[in-house]
Protein backbone atom coordinates (compact mmCIF):
# COMPACT_ATOMS: atom_id res chain seq x y z
CA UNK A 1 0.00 0.00 0.00
CA UNK A 2 1.48 3.37 -1.09
CA UNK A 3 2.71 5.35 1.93
CA UNK A 4 2.08 9.21 2.46
CA UNK A 5 4.94 9.42 4.59
CA UNK A 6 7.33 8.28 1.98
CA UNK A 7 5.86 10.60 -0.71
CA UNK A 8 6.83 13.49 1.48
CA UNK A 9 10.61 13.03 2.08
CA UNK A 10 12.54 14.82 -0.26
CA UNK A 11 15.60 12.95 -1.65
CA UNK A 12 18.27 13.97 1.16
CA UNK A 13 15.08 12.86 3.64
CA UNK A 14 15.11 9.64 1.90
CA UNK A 15 18.74 9.08 1.96
CA UNK A 16 19.07 10.17 5.59
CA UNK A 17 16.18 7.56 6.34
CA UNK A 18 17.81 5.03 4.26
CA UNK A 19 21.27 5.08 5.99
CA UNK A 20 19.46 4.96 9.52
CA UNK A 21 17.59 1.71 8.40
CA UNK A 22 21.12 0.28 7.36
CA UNK A 23 22.74 1.27 10.40
CA UNK A 24 19.58 -0.53 12.43
CA UNK A 25 19.60 -3.28 10.39
CA UNK A 26 23.54 -3.52 10.26
CA UNK A 27 24.18 -2.99 6.63
CA UNK A 28 21.72 -6.35 5.88
CA UNK A 29 18.38 -6.96 4.34
CA UNK A 30 15.48 -7.23 6.16
CA UNK A 31 14.53 -10.11 4.46
CA UNK A 32 16.92 -11.94 2.38
CA UNK A 33 19.42 -11.20 5.79
CA UNK A 34 22.24 -11.00 2.80
CA UNK A 35 24.56 -7.29 2.58
CA UNK A 36 23.48 -4.36 1.59
CA UNK A 37 26.01 -1.68 -0.24
CA UNK A 38 24.12 1.76 -0.07
CA UNK A 39 26.61 2.34 -3.15
CA UNK A 40 26.39 -0.84 -5.41
CA UNK A 41 23.14 -1.07 -4.51
CA UNK A 42 21.98 2.78 -4.73
CA UNK A 43 19.14 1.67 -7.25
CA UNK A 44 17.97 -1.29 -6.48
CA UNK A 45 17.02 -0.73 -2.86
CA UNK A 46 13.02 -0.30 -1.32
CA UNK A 47 11.72 0.77 2.13
CA UNK A 48 8.80 -0.85 2.71
CA UNK A 49 6.27 -1.21 5.55
CA UNK A 50 7.41 -4.29 8.06
CA UNK A 51 3.61 -4.53 9.37
CA UNK A 52 1.57 -3.85 6.11
CA UNK A 53 -0.86 -0.88 6.61
CA UNK A 54 -3.94 -3.08 5.76
CA UNK A 55 -3.08 -4.93 9.04
CA UNK A 56 -2.74 -2.15 11.01
CA UNK A 57 0.94 -1.02 10.75
CA UNK A 58 2.00 2.31 11.21
CA UNK A 59 3.16 4.65 8.43
CA UNK A 60 5.82 6.11 9.86
CA UNK A 61 9.48 5.56 10.64
CA UNK A 62 9.36 2.74 13.34
CA UNK A 63 7.55 0.53 11.38
CA UNK A 64 10.16 0.75 7.83
CA UNK A 65 12.19 -1.72 6.72
CA UNK A 66 15.04 -1.55 3.88
CA UNK A 67 15.63 -4.64 1.52
CA UNK A 68 17.09 -5.58 -1.45
CA UNK A 69 14.67 -4.37 -4.46
CA UNK A 70 14.53 -7.82 -6.03
CA UNK A 71 13.63 -9.51 -2.34
CA UNK A 72 10.90 -7.62 -1.67
CA UNK A 73 9.24 -7.75 -5.29
CA UNK A 74 9.01 -11.29 -4.80
CA UNK A 75 8.29 -11.57 -1.71
CA UNK A 76 6.02 -14.43 -0.73
CA UNK A 77 4.18 -12.26 1.78
CA UNK A 78 3.27 -8.87 2.44
CA UNK A 79 4.33 -8.90 6.19
CA UNK A 80 8.04 -8.48 6.01
CA UNK A 81 8.80 -10.76 9.40
CA UNK A 82 6.76 -13.49 7.63
CA UNK A 83 8.58 -12.69 3.96
CA UNK A 84 11.85 -13.19 5.84
CA UNK A 85 10.87 -16.65 7.31
CA UNK A 86 10.13 -17.28 4.16
CA UNK A 87 12.91 -16.40 2.67
CA UNK A 88 15.00 -18.60 4.89
CA UNK A 89 13.28 -21.38 3.76
CA UNK A 90 14.17 -20.92 0.76
CA UNK A 91 17.89 -21.04 1.27
CA UNK A 92 17.06 -24.32 2.48
CA UNK A 93 14.94 -24.95 -0.45
CA UNK A 94 18.05 -24.01 -2.98
CA UNK A 95 20.95 -25.85 -0.89
CA UNK A 96 18.41 -29.33 -1.31
CA UNK A 97 18.35 -28.55 -5.06
CA UNK A 98 21.81 -29.05 -5.37
CA UNK A 99 21.19 -32.39 -3.92
CA UNK A 100 18.59 -32.61 -6.43
CA UNK A 101 15.85 -33.10 -3.76
CA UNK A 102 13.72 -30.98 -1.57
CA UNK A 103 13.97 -30.56 1.83
CA UNK A 104 12.57 -32.65 4.43
CA UNK A 105 11.65 -32.02 8.07
CA UNK A 106 15.46 -33.32 9.10
CA UNK A 107 16.64 -30.29 7.46
CA UNK A 108 14.64 -28.04 8.60
CA UNK A 109 15.65 -29.72 12.19
CA UNK A 110 19.43 -29.40 11.36
CA UNK A 111 18.90 -25.84 10.55
CA UNK A 112 17.59 -24.48 13.57
CA UNK A 113 19.72 -26.64 15.96
CA UNK A 114 17.76 -29.64 15.66
CA UNK A 115 18.33 -33.55 15.67
CA UNK A 116 20.95 -33.57 17.24
CA UNK A 117 20.70 -36.29 20.27
CA UNK A 118 18.84 -39.43 21.37
CA UNK A 119 16.32 -38.71 24.39
CA UNK A 120 17.43 -40.12 28.10
CA UNK A 121 14.32 -42.21 28.85
CA UNK A 122 13.10 -44.76 31.07
CA UNK A 123 9.78 -46.36 30.50
CA UNK A 124 7.93 -48.42 32.97
CA UNK A 125 3.70 -49.41 33.23
CA UNK A 126 2.04 -46.20 33.77
CA UNK A 127 4.63 -43.11 33.24
CA UNK A 128 7.47 -42.60 30.85
CA UNK A 129 10.57 -40.23 32.06
CA UNK A 130 13.22 -38.46 30.58
CA UNK A 131 15.53 -35.64 30.76
CA UNK A 132 17.65 -33.16 28.65
CA UNK A 133 20.81 -32.99 30.11
CA UNK A 134 22.70 -32.50 26.80
CA UNK A 135 21.39 -28.72 26.77
CA UNK A 136 21.91 -28.35 30.19
CA UNK A 137 18.59 -29.08 31.89
CA UNK A 138 18.62 -32.30 34.18
CA UNK A 139 15.34 -32.15 35.15
CA UNK A 140 13.03 -35.13 35.11
CA UNK A 141 9.93 -35.03 33.66
CA UNK A 142 7.59 -37.30 33.42
CA UNK A 143 4.51 -38.14 31.22
CA UNK A 144 1.86 -40.70 31.61
CA UNK A 145 1.42 -43.28 29.44
CA UNK A 146 -2.07 -44.55 27.74
CA UNK A 147 -2.82 -47.41 25.61
CA UNK A 148 -5.09 -47.06 22.88
CA UNK A 149 -8.05 -49.16 23.09
CA UNK A 150 -8.21 -50.36 19.50
CA UNK A 151 -4.66 -50.84 17.69
CA UNK A 152 -3.58 -51.79 22.09
CA UNK A 153 -0.30 -49.53 20.98
CA UNK A 154 1.41 -47.41 23.98
CA UNK A 155 1.70 -43.64 23.66
CA UNK A 156 2.33 -40.97 25.88
CA UNK A 157 2.35 -36.90 25.57
CA UNK A 158 5.33 -34.57 25.68
CA UNK A 159 6.79 -31.22 24.62
CA UNK A 160 10.23 -31.62 23.71
CA UNK A 161 13.22 -29.96 22.53
CA UNK A 162 13.74 -29.86 18.73
CA UNK A 163 17.28 -30.46 19.24
CA UNK A 164 15.66 -34.23 20.00
CA UNK A 165 13.59 -34.86 16.95
CA UNK A 166 14.11 -36.56 13.66
CA UNK A 167 12.26 -37.15 11.07
CA UNK A 168 11.07 -40.90 9.94
CA UNK A 169 11.30 -39.85 6.20
CA UNK A 170 10.70 -44.23 5.95
CA UNK A 171 7.03 -43.63 7.46
CA UNK A 172 6.32 -40.67 5.92
CA UNK A 173 8.36 -39.94 3.32
CA UNK A 174 7.34 -36.20 2.21
CA UNK A 175 8.97 -33.35 1.92
CA UNK A 176 8.12 -29.71 2.92
CA UNK A 177 6.33 -28.17 -0.43
CA UNK A 178 5.18 -24.87 -0.66
CA UNK A 179 2.37 -25.32 1.25
CA UNK A 180 4.56 -24.52 4.68
CA UNK A 181 4.37 -21.19 3.20
CA UNK A 182 0.58 -20.79 4.55
CA UNK A 183 1.14 -22.31 7.72
CA UNK A 184 4.06 -20.10 8.69
CA UNK A 185 1.53 -17.12 7.97
CA UNK A 186 -1.12 -18.51 10.14
CA UNK A 187 1.01 -18.94 12.72
CA UNK A 188 2.38 -15.92 12.99
CA UNK A 189 -0.85 -14.69 13.31
CA UNK A 190 -1.20 -16.35 16.57
CA UNK A 191 -3.22 -19.05 15.17
CA UNK A 192 -2.98 -22.31 17.15
CA UNK A 193 -2.42 -25.84 15.31
CA UNK A 194 -5.32 -27.73 15.51
CA UNK A 195 -3.49 -31.52 16.03
CA UNK A 196 0.02 -31.89 16.92
CA UNK A 197 2.49 -34.22 15.55
CA UNK A 198 2.55 -37.71 15.80
CA UNK A 199 6.33 -39.75 16.42
CA UNK A 200 7.29 -43.30 17.77
CA UNK A 201 10.39 -44.97 19.84
CA UNK A 202 11.41 -48.32 19.83
CA UNK A 203 12.83 -48.86 23.60
CA UNK A 204 15.03 -51.66 25.34
CA UNK A 205 15.82 -52.23 28.85
CA UNK A 206 19.24 -52.67 28.23
CA UNK A 207 19.68 -49.10 27.14
CA UNK A 208 18.02 -45.68 27.97
CA UNK A 209 18.73 -43.89 24.54
CA UNK A 210 15.91 -43.41 22.22
CA UNK A 211 15.58 -41.64 19.18
CA UNK A 212 12.25 -39.62 18.38
CA UNK A 213 11.28 -40.06 15.02
CA UNK A 214 8.40 -37.63 13.88
CA UNK A 215 6.34 -39.37 11.08
CA UNK A 216 2.84 -36.96 10.81
CA UNK A 217 2.42 -33.45 11.22
CA UNK A 218 5.75 -32.60 9.67
CA UNK A 219 4.73 -29.66 7.74
CA UNK A 220 2.90 -27.76 10.99
CA UNK A 221 6.45 -28.67 13.24
CA UNK A 222 8.95 -27.08 10.05
CA UNK A 223 6.56 -24.08 10.11
CA UNK A 224 6.95 -23.61 13.92
CA UNK A 225 10.88 -24.39 13.51
CA UNK A 226 11.00 -21.88 10.97
CA UNK A 227 9.24 -19.01 13.18
CA UNK A 228 11.54 -19.69 15.71
CA UNK A 229 9.49 -22.36 18.31
CA UNK A 230 12.54 -24.65 20.22
CA UNK A 231 9.90 -27.25 21.49
CA UNK A 232 7.22 -29.22 19.84
CA UNK A 233 4.26 -31.18 21.48
CA UNK A 234 4.09 -34.53 20.35
CA UNK A 235 2.06 -37.46 20.59
CA UNK A 236 5.05 -40.86 20.85
CA UNK A 237 3.86 -44.38 20.37
CA UNK A 238 5.83 -46.34 22.09
CA UNK A 239 7.45 -49.56 20.74
CA UNK A 240 4.76 -49.92 17.90
CA UNK A 241 5.12 -52.23 14.48
CA UNK A 242 6.81 -49.69 12.32
CA UNK A 243 4.97 -51.98 8.98
CA UNK A 244 2.01 -51.25 10.87
CA UNK A 245 2.31 -47.56 11.27
CA UNK A 246 3.86 -47.34 7.09
CA UNK A 247 0.21 -49.04 6.20
CA UNK A 248 -1.58 -46.84 8.29
CA UNK A 249 0.15 -43.85 7.27
CA UNK A 250 -0.52 -44.97 3.54
CA UNK A 251 -3.87 -45.66 3.74
CA UNK A 252 -4.55 -42.50 5.35
CA UNK A 253 -2.95 -40.89 2.34
CA UNK A 254 -4.63 -42.85 -0.25
CA UNK A 255 -8.00 -45.02 0.45
CA UNK A 256 -9.15 -42.62 3.24
CA UNK A 257 -7.92 -39.29 2.46
CA UNK A 258 -6.43 -38.02 5.67
CA UNK A 259 -3.69 -36.52 4.54
CA UNK A 260 -3.00 -34.94 1.09
CA UNK A 261 -0.38 -37.26 -0.38
CA UNK A 262 1.11 -36.20 -3.72
CA UNK A 263 1.60 -39.08 -5.90
CA UNK A 264 5.03 -39.30 -5.88
CA UNK A 265 4.72 -39.74 -1.96
CA UNK A 266 2.47 -42.78 -2.41
CA UNK A 267 4.76 -43.98 -4.74
CA UNK A 268 7.63 -43.75 -1.97
CA UNK A 269 5.38 -45.09 0.53
CA UNK A 270 4.72 -48.16 -1.54
CA UNK A 271 8.84 -48.38 -2.39
CA UNK A 272 8.62 -48.71 1.40
CA UNK A 273 6.44 -51.35 1.81
CA UNK A 274 7.64 -53.31 -1.22
CA UNK A 275 11.21 -53.45 0.86
CA UNK A 276 9.45 -54.50 3.68
CA UNK A 277 7.59 -57.35 1.95
CA UNK A 278 11.02 -58.36 0.47
CA UNK A 279 12.60 -58.95 3.63
CA UNK A 280 9.66 -60.74 4.94
CA UNK A 281 9.89 -62.63 1.93
CA UNK A 282 13.14 -63.73 2.90
CA UNK A 283 12.92 -64.56 6.51
CA UNK A 284 10.14 -66.69 5.69
CA UNK A 285 11.76 -69.04 3.16
CA UNK A 286 15.23 -68.87 4.99
CA UNK A 287 16.85 -67.06 2.73
CA UNK A 288 19.70 -64.63 3.44
CA UNK A 289 19.31 -60.45 3.22
CA UNK A 290 21.47 -60.65 0.06
CA UNK A 291 19.57 -63.92 -1.55
CA UNK A 292 16.99 -62.83 -4.47
CA UNK A 293 16.41 -66.10 -5.93
CA UNK A 294 12.75 -65.11 -6.05
CA UNK A 295 10.84 -63.45 -8.70
CA UNK A 296 8.01 -60.58 -8.42
CA UNK A 297 5.60 -63.08 -9.51
CA UNK A 298 6.64 -65.15 -6.07
CA UNK A 299 6.48 -62.34 -3.87
CA UNK A 300 2.74 -62.05 -5.15
CA UNK A 301 1.89 -65.43 -5.03
CA UNK A 302 3.07 -65.64 -1.26
CA UNK A 303 1.37 -62.67 -0.09
CA UNK A 304 -1.39 -63.83 -2.16
CA UNK A 305 -4.23 -61.82 0.07
CA UNK A 306 -2.62 -58.47 -1.03
CA UNK A 307 -1.84 -59.57 -4.37
CA UNK A 308 -3.74 -56.65 -6.05
CA UNK A 309 -1.44 -54.10 -3.29
CA UNK A 310 2.12 -55.88 -4.11
CA UNK A 311 1.75 -55.46 -7.53
CA UNK A 312 0.87 -51.65 -7.38
CA UNK A 313 4.02 -51.28 -4.84
CA UNK A 314 6.42 -53.43 -6.97
CA UNK A 315 5.72 -50.85 -9.91
CA UNK A 316 5.58 -47.91 -7.27
CA UNK A 317 9.34 -49.23 -6.38
CA UNK A 318 10.34 -48.75 -9.95
CA UNK A 319 9.46 -45.04 -10.21
CA UNK A 320 10.65 -44.51 -6.84
CA UNK A 321 13.84 -45.68 -7.47
CA UNK A 322 13.63 -43.59 -10.88
CA UNK A 323 12.31 -40.60 -9.90
CA UNK A 324 15.15 -40.46 -6.67
CA UNK A 325 18.05 -41.43 -8.37
CA UNK A 326 20.45 -39.07 -7.61
CA UNK A 327 22.43 -39.24 -11.06
CA UNK A 328 18.40 -38.00 -12.89
CA UNK A 329 19.11 -34.67 -14.07
CA UNK A 330 15.82 -33.93 -15.32
CA UNK A 331 14.47 -34.44 -11.29
CA UNK A 332 15.82 -31.06 -10.86
CA UNK A 333 13.48 -29.78 -13.51
CA UNK A 334 10.25 -31.45 -11.92
CA UNK A 335 7.52 -30.04 -8.95
CA UNK A 336 6.76 -33.19 -6.78
CA UNK A 337 4.14 -31.39 -5.55
CA UNK A 338 2.41 -30.27 -8.49
CA UNK A 339 1.37 -26.20 -7.25
CA UNK A 340 4.54 -24.50 -7.24
CA UNK A 341 5.53 -22.05 -10.68
CA UNK A 342 8.74 -22.32 -10.61
CA UNK A 343 9.65 -25.87 -12.71
CA UNK A 344 8.38 -26.39 -15.99
CA UNK A 345 7.50 -30.05 -15.36
CA UNK A 346 4.76 -31.75 -12.68
CA UNK A 347 5.26 -35.24 -11.17
CA UNK A 348 1.64 -36.30 -12.31
CA UNK A 349 2.72 -35.62 -16.33
CA UNK A 350 6.02 -37.46 -15.46
CA UNK A 351 3.63 -40.16 -14.56
CA UNK A 352 1.64 -40.10 -17.98
CA UNK A 353 4.32 -39.98 -19.93
CA UNK A 354 7.52 -41.76 -19.25
CA UNK A 355 6.25 -44.20 -16.90
CA UNK A 356 3.34 -44.75 -18.59
CA UNK A 357 5.13 -45.67 -21.81
CA UNK A 358 8.34 -46.62 -20.85
CA UNK A 359 7.74 -48.71 -17.19
CA UNK A 360 6.55 -52.60 -18.02
CA UNK A 361 3.15 -52.57 -15.88
CA UNK A 362 2.94 -56.25 -15.40
CA UNK A 363 4.91 -59.02 -13.00
CA UNK A 364 8.19 -60.31 -13.72
CA UNK A 365 9.23 -64.44 -13.90
CA UNK A 366 12.80 -63.91 -13.59
CA UNK A 367 14.77 -63.73 -10.29
CA UNK A 368 15.27 -60.51 -8.52
CA UNK A 369 18.81 -61.91 -8.98
CA UNK A 370 18.78 -62.36 -12.77
CA UNK A 371 22.07 -61.35 -14.06
CA UNK A 372 22.10 -58.50 -11.29
CA UNK A 373 25.91 -58.07 -11.53
CA UNK A 374 26.18 -57.84 -15.77
CA UNK A 375 23.60 -55.22 -15.60
CA UNK A 376 21.31 -57.10 -17.59
CA UNK A 377 18.56 -57.61 -15.10
CA UNK A 378 14.89 -56.46 -16.79
CA UNK A 379 13.87 -54.50 -14.29
CA UNK A 380 17.25 -52.60 -13.27
CA UNK A 381 17.84 -52.42 -17.13
CA UNK A 382 14.35 -50.56 -17.73
CA UNK A 383 15.08 -48.46 -14.76
CA UNK A 384 18.15 -47.21 -15.75
CA UNK A 385 17.40 -46.64 -19.26
CA UNK A 386 14.51 -44.78 -18.44
CA UNK A 387 16.84 -42.30 -16.42
CA UNK A 388 19.52 -42.25 -19.25
CA UNK A 389 16.79 -40.61 -21.56
CA UNK A 390 15.84 -38.26 -19.11
CA UNK A 391 19.12 -36.79 -18.99
CA UNK A 392 19.50 -36.66 -22.34
CA UNK A 393 16.61 -34.56 -22.44
CA UNK A 394 17.63 -32.35 -19.38
CA UNK A 395 21.13 -31.96 -21.45
CA UNK A 396 19.24 -31.14 -24.56
CA UNK A 397 16.39 -29.03 -23.33
CA UNK A 398 16.37 -27.89 -19.76
CA UNK A 399 20.53 -27.64 -18.11
CA UNK A 400 21.71 -24.28 -18.48
CA UNK A 401 18.33 -23.46 -20.38
CA UNK A 402 15.55 -23.25 -18.63
CA UNK A 403 15.57 -20.32 -15.36
CA UNK A 404 13.90 -20.88 -12.53
CA UNK A 405 13.75 -17.17 -11.77
CA UNK A 406 11.15 -16.94 -14.54
CA UNK A 407 9.20 -20.15 -13.85
CA UNK A 408 6.19 -20.86 -15.58
CA UNK A 409 3.83 -18.59 -14.43
CA UNK A 410 1.65 -16.88 -17.33
CA UNK A 411 4.04 -16.79 -20.12
CA UNK A 412 1.95 -17.32 -22.50
CA UNK A 413 -0.19 -14.11 -21.70
CA UNK A 414 3.26 -12.07 -20.57
CA UNK A 415 3.90 -12.95 -24.27
CA UNK A 416 1.05 -11.83 -25.74
CA UNK A 417 1.78 -8.58 -23.55
CA UNK A 418 5.09 -7.83 -25.27
CA UNK A 419 7.09 -9.05 -22.98
CA UNK A 420 10.44 -10.68 -23.82
CA UNK A 421 11.01 -14.43 -22.79
CA UNK A 422 14.48 -15.90 -23.49
CA UNK A 423 14.31 -18.65 -26.25
CA UNK A 424 16.29 -21.03 -24.29
CA UNK A 425 13.51 -20.99 -21.56
CA UNK A 426 10.38 -20.73 -23.81
CA UNK A 427 11.48 -23.75 -25.91
CA UNK A 428 11.96 -25.56 -22.35
CA UNK A 429 8.20 -24.12 -21.46
CA UNK A 430 6.80 -25.28 -24.59
CA UNK A 431 8.38 -28.44 -24.65
CA UNK A 432 7.29 -29.75 -21.02
CA UNK A 433 3.80 -28.86 -21.80
CA UNK A 434 1.38 -32.17 -20.84
CA UNK A 435 -0.31 -32.76 -23.88
CA UNK A 436 3.15 -31.72 -25.95
CA UNK A 437 5.43 -33.96 -24.42
CA UNK A 438 2.84 -36.87 -24.36
CA UNK A 439 3.47 -36.99 -28.37
CA UNK A 440 7.08 -36.61 -28.43
CA UNK A 441 7.71 -38.68 -25.83
CA UNK A 442 5.52 -41.35 -28.11
CA UNK A 443 7.19 -40.50 -30.80
CA UNK A 444 10.87 -41.49 -29.19
CA UNK A 445 8.94 -44.76 -28.17
CA UNK A 446 8.03 -45.18 -31.84
CA UNK A 447 12.18 -44.62 -32.89
CA UNK A 448 13.47 -47.20 -30.08
CA UNK A 449 10.93 -50.16 -31.33
CA UNK A 450 11.18 -49.35 -35.24
CA UNK A 451 15.13 -49.49 -34.89
CA UNK A 452 15.13 -52.87 -32.82
CA UNK A 453 12.32 -54.18 -35.96
CA UNK A 454 14.89 -52.80 -38.93
CA UNK A 455 17.70 -54.84 -37.04
CA UNK A 456 15.36 -58.07 -37.67
CA UNK A 457 14.89 -58.07 -33.20
CA UNK A 458 11.63 -59.85 -32.12
CA UNK A 459 10.95 -57.73 -29.38
CA UNK A 460 8.22 -57.61 -26.99
CA UNK A 461 6.77 -53.46 -27.29
CA UNK A 462 5.14 -53.48 -24.05
CA UNK A 463 9.46 -54.51 -22.15
CA UNK A 464 10.76 -52.09 -24.73
CA UNK A 465 13.19 -50.44 -22.31
CA UNK A 466 14.20 -53.89 -20.85
CA UNK A 467 15.89 -54.42 -23.75
CA UNK A 468 19.54 -53.02 -23.94
CA UNK A 469 19.68 -49.92 -26.04
CA UNK A 470 23.13 -49.59 -28.52
CA UNK A 471 24.97 -47.33 -28.20
CA UNK A 472 23.88 -45.99 -32.32
CA UNK A 473 20.40 -45.99 -30.71
CA UNK A 474 20.81 -43.65 -28.44
CA UNK A 475 22.67 -41.54 -30.91
CA UNK A 476 19.21 -41.08 -33.37
CA UNK A 477 16.93 -40.45 -29.80
CA UNK A 478 19.64 -37.60 -28.90
CA UNK A 479 19.40 -36.16 -32.48
CA UNK A 480 15.56 -36.34 -32.95
CA UNK A 481 15.50 -34.21 -29.43
CA UNK A 482 17.84 -32.02 -31.10
CA UNK A 483 16.03 -31.45 -33.70
CA UNK A 484 12.96 -31.51 -32.42
CA UNK A 485 13.82 -28.14 -30.40
CA UNK A 486 15.18 -26.15 -32.99
CA UNK A 487 11.26 -26.10 -35.00
CA UNK A 488 10.43 -23.04 -35.25
CA UNK A 489 6.84 -23.42 -33.02
CA UNK A 490 8.32 -23.29 -30.10
CA UNK A 491 9.70 -19.97 -30.48
CA UNK A 492 6.93 -18.38 -32.46
CA UNK A 493 5.17 -15.79 -30.37
CA UNK A 494 2.26 -15.21 -32.50
CA UNK A 495 1.01 -18.97 -31.47
CA UNK A 496 0.58 -17.95 -27.96
CA UNK A 497 -3.04 -17.20 -28.00
CA UNK A 498 -4.23 -20.03 -30.11
CA UNK A 499 -1.98 -23.31 -30.04
CA UNK A 500 -0.49 -22.81 -26.77
CA UNK A 501 -3.43 -20.61 -25.36
CA UNK A 502 -4.86 -22.91 -22.37
CA UNK A 503 -4.35 -26.36 -21.87
CA UNK A 504 -5.45 -28.42 -25.33
CA UNK A 505 -5.50 -32.21 -24.89
CA UNK A 506 -3.00 -35.16 -26.45
CA UNK A 507 -5.46 -35.09 -29.60
CA UNK A 508 -4.85 -31.47 -30.36
CA UNK A 509 -0.98 -31.96 -30.46
CA UNK A 510 -0.73 -34.88 -32.06
CA UNK A 511 -3.35 -33.39 -34.77
CA UNK A 512 -0.39 -31.26 -35.62
CA UNK A 513 2.28 -33.59 -35.55
CA UNK A 514 0.79 -35.54 -37.44
CA UNK A 515 -0.84 -32.77 -40.38
CA UNK A 516 1.15 -29.66 -39.69
CA UNK A 517 -2.21 -27.77 -38.89
CA UNK A 518 -4.53 -27.53 -35.98
CA UNK A 519 -8.05 -29.49 -35.32
CA UNK A 520 -9.27 -25.89 -36.61
CA UNK A 521 -7.22 -25.60 -39.67
CA UNK A 522 -4.48 -23.21 -38.61
CA UNK A 523 -1.23 -23.60 -39.97
CA UNK A 524 1.44 -24.24 -37.12
CA UNK A 525 4.37 -26.38 -37.96
CA UNK A 526 5.74 -25.68 -42.05
CA UNK A 527 4.75 -29.08 -42.73
CA UNK A 528 3.92 -32.44 -40.95
CA UNK A 529 6.78 -34.16 -38.88
CA UNK A 530 8.55 -36.85 -40.80
CA UNK A 531 10.55 -39.51 -38.20
CA UNK A 532 12.92 -39.90 -40.88
CA UNK A 533 14.01 -36.46 -41.28
CA UNK A 534 13.84 -36.17 -37.75
CA UNK A 535 16.76 -38.56 -36.63
CA UNK A 536 19.20 -36.87 -39.30
CA UNK A 537 21.85 -35.12 -38.14
Not at 21 to 40: A, P, R, T, V
Not at 161 to 166: E, H, M, Q
Not at 479 to 494: A, D, R
Request: with cysteine; proline share 3%; aromatic share 10%.
Amino acid sequence: MHSLFLAKLNPLQRDELLQRLWDSQKGMCFICEQEINLKLHKDTLDIDHVEPLKNGGKDDQTNFALTHLSCNRSKQASDLRVARVLAQFDKINKECSKMNRIPNLDDIFKKYGGAKYDLKMIVNEEMADYSFPELKDNTIHHSHIYKDDLSGMQYFFAKLPISYLFHDDRINPRSIGSRVSGLVGEFFKKRPQLSIALGWISTTEQDNNVRVKVFDGQHKVAAQVLLGVKEIPIRIFINPDPEVLITTNTNAGTKYSQVAFDKSVQRHLGSSIYRDRVRQYQREHGLGEEDYSFSEKDLVRHFKGDSREMKKDILDSTRDEISHNTENKLMAYVDFAGRAKEKPISYSTIEKTFYSFFIYKDLLESLLSYTAEGGENPRDLEKSQIIKLMNIIADEIYVGKFDFSIGTNRIESNLQKGEQIPEDHLIAYRLSREEVLYNWLYYVRQIVKNYFIMLGNPINEEKLFQYRFPEPLWEIVRIFIHNLKQLPVWVNHELSASAFGGKQNNAFWQTIFETGKSPSGQQVLSSKLNLMDMIKE
